[in-house]
């Protein structure tokens, strides 16, 4: 007997009789944007302890930014992935003796700096993260982050959860509205002292200080002088990796390289 031919087959087509776990149409409701935000949080989480990522470098930056745009465009694209190689090759990237991960490249995802972060991560034979995110035009991820480590979300406030919380170091390249959000998002965690102190670095002063007035928010009051020392600025990958270091990152040492980057 089939199932369409069972005395009970009315009551098992009805979308009731789904189980919960198994009913698109009941997990998309608006009632369930809780459970859709705890299983956006957890499926990240299991995915990154089972890789044994302790820690992550973030870099932030535009995803319009292209290896053969303008002259500035060109060099920014360089640096984020001169410095991707360099923090993935010194900061222990790779599965230590200790069977963990520190100081991962972690990124958005997308193109532009994201995509030059996480292939420098890649040039040094290292895993890297992409977390990327649901727009209404769609944005691929990059070809260069881990593919068992690249995620998609469509809540914003989950994937930065992700991108702050296991961070040991901040890395901003130029962007726009996207990086702005992101990067304030986290001198205020840090302003406000809701986080623990980490490094925090901007790539290219003249940049910066061209779109934010600083000393203006000083001038006015709506910040401290001392705010300005949360972050420092930084003009090659190489610089970037010593602010690092001298605001206090942590290098992990690790075994020689693995040239297989996608082995757990």
């Excluded at 009941?26 to 859709?36: A, N, W």
């Excluded at 972050?231 to 075994?255: H, I, M, N, T």
Aim: with cysteine; hydrophobic share 40%; net charge negative.
């Amino acid at each position: 007997m089939t199932e369409n031919d069972h005395p009970s087959a009315q009551q098992m087509a009805s979308p009731t009789y789904r189980l919960a776990s198994l009913d698109p149409d009941f997990i998309l409701q608006h009632s369930q944007r809780g459970v859709r935000l705890m299983l956006e949080f957890s499926k990240c989480d299991e995915a990154l302890r089972a890789w044994s990522v302790r820690s992550t470098i973030v870099v932030f930056g535009s995803a319009r930014i292209r290896e053969d745009g303008s002259d500035d465009h060109r060099r920014w694209y360089a640096e984020a992935r001169r410095f991707g190689e360099i923090a993935s090759r010194e900061g222990g990237a790779r599965l230590s003796d200790r069977q963990e991960r520190h100081n991962v490249i972690c990124t958005g995802g997308g193109p532009g700096v994201m995509e030059a972060a996480n292939r420098g991560a890649c040039d040094a034979g290292a895993p890297s993260i992409g977390l990327n995110i649901t727009l209404p035009h769609e944005q691929y991820p990059n070809s260069y982050s881990t593919p068992e480590l690249t995620f998609r979300f469509h809540y914003f406030a989950v994937r930065k959860m992700h991108l702050a919380m296991r961070a040991t170091a901040l890395v901003v390249f130029p962007g726009g509205f996207g990086t702005l959000d992101e990067l304030f998002e986290i001198l205020t965690l840090r302003q406000t002292e809701k986080s623990q102190p980490i490094p925090i670095v901007l790539f290219d002063q003249a940049y910066w200080r061209s779109i934010i007035n600083f000393e203006a928010l000083i001038a006015r009051g709506m910040i401290a002088e001392a705010d300005l020392g949360l972050f420092r600025f930084a003009e090659s990958a190489e610089e970037v990796w010593q602010c690092l270091l001298d605001g206090g990152l942590k290098p992990y040492r690790q075994p020689d390289w693995d040239p297989n980057p996608h082995d757990p």
